[in-house]
């Protein structure tokens, strides 16, 4: 499938903002997606937005997309070391079935 | 609430057995998936299935197969597994034409 890049480590001090960033190739993407994966768990859905959209805010998260140059974040405010999980990025076309994923971000939140 | 359920969190097989990895979800769900997880790989599409008996390849489908013969049930079978499957597998499901897709909790499969 089309590329999503993510970087792969983020490191933050509990309470500051983490940014997690995403890149995607496939123009036709209509969904974004944000997930979480806690140690040991299956991926939780976070956030979603469409590709008509540029901002969508729930509660701490805040997502932006640019889709001019196909730039997607996840802003995560006064992050806790509940935080500290795999975030994945993905992607689907309106008119596929599956979702396309990047590698995924580990972010670590310290004391 | 919602349910996706996988029949194993661990699983340790021998090279060259068959394995299967079942998968069950309660939400009525037209999509099924099976993905695989490894580090620094993310997560890449083995095979998926939109409707009963129906089954399309993803990204990776070499050295799996899938079944599909009741709704709620997708099965990943490895025909001889191999020690480059061991893995994390996850199976997700979805409704037709919705946008968000379950997971269920993962199988570690481990091939000695």
């Known amino acids: 499938g089309e590329d999503v890049e993510q970087s792969l480590f983020l490191s933050v001090r509990e309470g500051d903002s983490s940014v997690i960033n995403c890149t995607y190739t496939?123009?036709?993407?209509?969904?974004l997606y944000w997930y979480k994966q806690e140690p040991g768990a299956g991926l939780q859905l976070l956030t979603y937005?469409?590709?008509?959209?540029d901002m969508k805010q729930d509660q701490r998260l805040t997502v932006l997309l640019n889709k001019k140059d196909k730039h997607l974040s996840l802003r995560i405010a006064d992050t806790q070391t509940g935080d500290s999980a795999i975030y994945f990025c993905a992607e689907k076309e309106n008119s596929g079935y599956a979702l396309n994923f990047g590698k995924g971000t580990s972010l670590l939140v310290t004391p | 609430d919602v349910k996706v359920t996988q029949s194993s969190r661990y699983l340790v097989k021998r090279t060259g057995e068959k394995v299967f990895l079942e998968c069950v979800q309660d939400m009525d769900h037209e999509n099924m998936f099976w993905y695989r997880q490894d580090p620094g790989l993310g997560l890449r599409l083995i095979y998926f299935s939109y409707d009963v008996k129906m089954k399309e390849k993803g990204d990776i489908p070499e050295g799996y197969s899938v079944s599909r013969e009741k709704k709620e049930r997708f099965s990943l079978i490895l025909e001889s597994a191999s020690t480059n499957q061991t893995s994390m597998y996850l199976c997700?499901?979805?409704?037709?034409?919705?946008?968000?897709?379950?997971f269920g909790q993962g199988t570690r499969l481990t091939v000695v």
């Open positions: 997700a499901s979805s409704q037709r034409g919705v946008t968000e897709a379950f």
């Open positions: 937005i469409f590709s008509n959209m």
């Open positions: 496939d123009s036709s993407s209509t969904y």
